[in-house]
């Protein structure tokens, strides 16, 4: 099957987001199985992607030309709308992916979908569906959803069920020995739970503390953090990163305080697959992607009963060494492998029907070259 990730934002390594992570880690699973894919996202300004980008379409004339990350095809460009025709026609995909995660994510599905190709909405996220004003843009669009908490607000909110397929995670990549000498947090923001993180830091000035900036970097609240951190010798900060191996290399503790919806939480399994154990807050979809790996506290608990909970962690021993070995046994579960959730992906795809193509959004460029 040749499938098409149609991404409303830019793509890897212009944006490092966990949808972002997760469809490169997809598509290279899934090209492992012999299906081919591709990914086609908005381009970022300024840098030598951008540079390079701007000039092959210069020179070829086309408004989202071929390039690859990784080994991996990627069109970037601007306007999916004009673009979406001469990439289809290039590529010649038999089913349309459009990842959830932006506000244009709707628009982008009704245009894909009247390509008169598959389409699939893959829900990595719940704040734009629930903003949602015209369920019927999404009628005749198969649903995937990131885990069976978002499959229930999708059924909830749309009346509709979708497979649950959660975040597609390439355990090998992060199976490492880690001298387990932080506790890690990873996108500090106020809504990600980065008071709470920051408050057990100073709570616990003998544990060493490590907060990694994500992809938000014009945030006044990670910036006055950053900038009170200086004067905490036992907090190191580190900037955004593509090599997340090197932060859990160092980590004995994964903090995910979130207090937003996460529809399932990408950090909590790659540090599962590296052994270390979470502890996060019992919210949203969190509970499915930490399970047995961790401990969860209450949406409403204490900072003392925060701190408890981490001290119990970090000074008992044998309870970490519990909690390592369940965080080991929950990464290794059969339904959590990259080549079953890509067989269940596949599964979902192959439900989708085909439209009758729109007259709005051809198949082919109007001048019809392929």
């Not at 951008?50 to 460009?77: A, H, I, Q």
């Not at 506000?103 to 734009?128: A, I, K, M, W």
């Not at 609240?221 to 955004?240: C, D, H, I, N, Q």
């Amino acid at each position: 099957m040749r499938i098409l990730f149609v991404n409303p934002r830019v793509y890897l390594p212009q944006l490092l987001g966990g949808v972002e992570t997760t469809t490169f880690d997809l598509c290279r699973q899934l090209t492992l199985m012999g299906h081919e894919t591709a990914v086609m996202s908005q381009i970022g300004r300024g840098d030598a992607i951008w540079f390079f980008n701007r000039l092959k379409s210069y020179l070829t004339g086309r408004l989202f030309p071929r390039g690859d990350y990784r080994g991996m095809p990627v069109y970037r460009g601007y306007g999916h709308k004009t673009g979406l025709g001469p990439v289809i026609a290039d590529f010649h995909p038999d089913a349309l992916v459009v990842s959830g995660g932006a506000d244009e994510s709707f628009e982008l599905v009704v245009q894909c979908r009247g390509t008169g190709l598959p389409t699939v909405f893959y829900f990595h996220e719940l704040n734009t569906l629930r903003r949602l004003k015209a369920p019927a843009l999404l009628e005749g669009v198969t649903f995937v959803a990131n885990s069976a908490y978002t499959a229930r607000a999708v059924l909830e909110v749309l009346g509709r069920g979708a497979a649950v397929v959660p975040p597609l995670v390439d355990r090998e990549a992060y199976r490492l020995t880690s001298t387990r000498r932080h506790v890690t947090m990873v996108n500090p923001r106020r809504i990600k739970g980065g008071q709470t993180a920051f408050d057990l830091a100073r709570a616990c000035p003998d544990i060493p503390f490590m907060f990694v900036e994500a992809w938000h970097t014009k945030d006044e609240f990670v910036s006055g953090l950053r900038e009170a951190a200086r004067a905490m010798p036992s907090v190191t900060w580190r900037k955004p990163t593509l090599d997340m191996r090197s932060v859990y290399a160092s980590t004995r503790i994964l903090l995910a305080p979130s207090e937003w919806e996460e529809t399932w939480g990408r950090v909590v399994t790659e540090a599962h697959a590296a052994g270390i154990p979470v502890l996060a807050r019992a919210y949203a979809g969190l509970p499915e992607s930490v399970g047995r790996g961790g401990i969860l506290m209450a949406p409403d608990a204490s900072l003392a009963e925060w701190t408890q909970a981490l001290r119990s962690m970090w000074d008992d021993h044998a309870l970490y060494e519990v909690l390592v070995q369940r965080t080991r046994e929950f990464s290794e579960r059969p339904d959590a492998q990259p080549a079953y959730l890509a067989e269940a992906f596949i599964a979902a795809l192959r439900t989708a029907v085909p439209a009758t193509p729109s007259t709005d959004s051809p198949r082919e460029p109007p001048d019809g070259r392929r």
